[in-house]
Nanobody, 118 residues
Framework: QVQLVESGGGLVQAGGSLRLSCAAS????????MAWFRQAPGKERELVAT???????YYTDSVKGRFTISRDNTKNTLYLQMNSLKPEDTAVYHCAAQRLGVSKYDYWGQGTQVTVSS
């Protein structure tokens, strides 16, 4: 089992940048596919970006060209670099881990709040 703890959220003006981190503990997260999700008030949870064990990445259309997902397996840490932030990026951001052979993301962090002011 792996425990996930996010950090790096905060309040930023539109056009600004933040870097989120997700520290994994309990065991190495290198075998896991990893992802960032977000949930805004009154909205459903949304997949933001994923990165596979091999390092391949995927982004939802609304963040392409602005966000970058990365992982450092030596530090057991997942990152989300967010640039050119918009008010609509305001949400609680969660990282999640998907075990090999499992179809869903079954380990989740508690989330970190990102607020973008206009």
């Amino acid at each position: 089992q792996v425990q996930l703890v996010e950090s790096g959220g905060g309040l930023v003006q539109a056009g600004g940048s933040l870097r989120l981190s997700c520290a994994a503990s309990g065991r190495s997260f290198s075998p896991y596919n990893m992802a960032w999700f977000r949930q805004a008030p009154g909205k459903e949870r949304e997949l933001v970006a994923t990165i596979t064990r091999a390092g391949s990445s995927y982004y939802t259309d609304s963040v392409k060209g602005r966000f970058t997902i990365s992982r450092d397996n030596t530090k057991n840490t997942l990152y989300l670099q967010m640039n050119s932030l918009k008010p609509e990026d305001t949400a609680v951001y969660h990282c999640a881990a998907q075990r090999l052979g499992v179809s869903k993301y079954d380990y989740w962090g508690q989330g970190t709040q990102v607020t973008v002011s206009s």
